[in-house]
């Protein structure tokens, strides 16, 4: 059974600091997508990373993904409160199912 | 905006009552994903339709059930609700259904579900 697991849980950080959310997986996958959810609303897709070594940036965030490792990582640079929000990876198995299973999230609290 | 649209926004009901959860996709996306989010289980993926066709089943109870119209629309029947069946249900949609690596869901906005 896939497994995907994220830590941390919960973050507070301070802005203008650096932090990496990790997303590690059990079982083969060449798909990883990364979620942003605000309390209380639904689900934004950030980036979709479909190869060994992909890298995505957009503004503060980098997203990596490491096939081999079966770990994603969110990179988050010079942090501002606006990136506070609850962060999902989600992963289909390469099998050729399209169960998509999500992360448990992280929880991101960026402190003025 | 995401252009997936999903109503009613908030449902209460009482245990055993029947409810029906309506989401219309992006114009164009064949696929529509339905998920269940609930403070306990997380995220939760139920089940996907592709062009009318049921192509991948999650961790869906037997009391729930869903469809795709030929219109692209799509129904998550909740039958016999209990109270642990409250949660937040989410619709997406994606151009291809997972045949394209690239093919990114959009969310809607979710209905509400309390069951008193």
């Known amino acids: 059974e896939l497994k995907v697991e994220q830590n941390p849980l919960f973050l507070s950080m301070q802005e203008g600091k650096n932090y990496t959310i990790y997303c590690n997986y059990s079982?083969?996958?060449?798909?990883l997508y990364w979620y942003r959810q605000d309390p209380g609303k639904s689900l934004e897709s950030l980036f979709v990373l479909l190869s060994n070594g992909a890298v995505k940036q957009e503004g503060r965030l980098m997203a990596s993904l490491d096939t081999k490792a079966r770990l994603s990582t969110l990179h988050i640079t010079a942090a501002v409160h606006d990136l506070s929000a609850t962060y999902f990876c989600a992963v289909a198995p390469s099998s050729g199912t399209y169960k998509y299973i999500f992360g448990t999230g992280t929880r991101l609290k960026v402190l003025a | 905006d995401s252009g997936v649209t999903q109503t009613p926004k908030h449902l209460i009901t009482a245990t055993g009552q029947r409810v029906t959860l309506r989401c219309s996709p992006r114009s164009g996306d064949l696929s529509v994903y339905w998920y269940q989010q609930s403070l306990d289980q997380g995220l939760q993926f139920l089940i996907q339709y592709y062009n009318g066709e049921e192509r991948a089943k999650g961790n869906i109870l037997e009391r729930f059930s869903a469809q795709q119209f030929p219109d692209l629309h799509s129904e998550l029947n909740l039958s016999s609700l209990e109270l642990g069946d409250s949660a937040l249900y989410f619709c997406?949609?994606?151009?291809?259904?997972?045949?394209?690596?690239?093919?990114?869901?959009?969310f809607g906005p979710g209905t509400r579900l309390t069951v008193t």
């Open positions: 079982t083969t996958s060449d798909r």
């Open positions: 997406a949609s994606s151009p291809s259904g997972g045949t394209s690596g690239a093919d990114e869901q959009y």
